[in-house]
């Protein structure tokens, strides 16, 4: 199954059972990143450690509110960061949902608009003993750099529209109230970046790849300047054997993200498949 073959590079934030059942949002590479030093650590009665790095002045997380926070992760064992939402936008979640590792909800509810933490995160409150293949292994004690960046209101949730449109309607209803509902109702529905590529992801997993494609494409120009929407879109135009879309959507990706290892490789075998098909 092709899908895994992102899955190698991606890291999501929920839970055990929300990962399962959802694959959403494909991780950020790291640029080189180091594992910050605080003055000292808070140990919890689940095990989690913290350590302040800045204190904020703003809005404290609370319970079912929304919250947008920059995160890079780094194995304990190794030192090296596995990801990071630094390069694009922030991460956002809804509190008490059950959208992030254990973890990662509690050092939230603790921090403040501005609080900077390290957080130590055992296994336990973490991926556990399955990991993630490829990038988290099994039983990992993970160390992470959280930044609030704000708290609010949670909006609405299109794809969930979007979804009860493909399923009743069809795509292209789906996608003429994706644009009807974006002019008229851009406060009342979250259409973030991140939102939308999860959704695509989904889609995937189902095998639905034309409406995956087809959310890849809108998030694409909604966000023409985000390498990871290219990324996307590209990993599903190849899922669609779409060979030549996908090389011109992973071109684009790396134009706008050099360093993307994933995508220069997909570019050399992609290159290499459609040469193949032509003899």
């Known amino acids: 199954m092709r899908f895994s073959m992102k899955l190698a590079r991606t890291i999501i934030l929920f839970t055990t059972v929300t990962l399962l059942a959802c694959l959403t949002s494909p991780i950020i590479q790291a640029a080189k990143a180091e594992i910050p030093s605080v003055a000292k650590l808070i140990t919890t009665e689940s095990g989690l450690q913290y350590g302040v790095i800045k204190s904020g002045q703003g809005a404290a997380v609370e319970l079912n509110k929304e919250v947008a926070f920059h995160w890079t992760g780094f194995l304990q064992s190794t030192g090296e960061s596995f990801g990071s939402s630094r390069d694009t936008e922030p991460f956002y979640f809804i509190t008490g949902k059950r959208q992030v590792i254990a973890g990662a909800e509690e050092a939230l509810l603790k921090m403040r608009v501005g609080d900077r933490y390290k ?11 399955k990991g993630i293949e490829n990038s988290i292994p099994p039983n990992a004690t993970l160390i992470f750099d959280y930044e609030v960046m704000s708290v609010g209101e949670p909006k609405q949730d299109i794809t969930i529209v979007l979804d009860e449109a493909i399923k009743t309607k069809g795509l292209a209803a789906a996608k003429n109230q994706y644009h009807h509902l974006k002019a008229t109702a851009f406060e009342q529905y979250s259409f973030r970046e991140n939102v939308l590529n999860g959704y695509g992801y989904t889609l995937l997993k189902r095998g639905l790849l034309n409406e995956a494609v087809a959310v890849f494409e809108i998030n694409s120009l909604a966000y023409p300047n985000s390498w990871n929407v290219w990324d ?10 779409q060979k030549e879309q996908s090389l011109k959507a992973f071109q684009q990706s790396v134009k706008l993200n050099p360093q993307s290892e994933f995508g220069l490789s997909m570019i050399e075998k992609i290159k290499k498949e459609i040469a193949s098909n032509k003899h």
């Open 119 to 129: 957080l130590i995160v055992p296994p336990n409150l973490a991926y556990g003993d």
């Open 232 to 241: 996307s879109l590209a990993d599903g135009y190849y899922q669609n054997n």
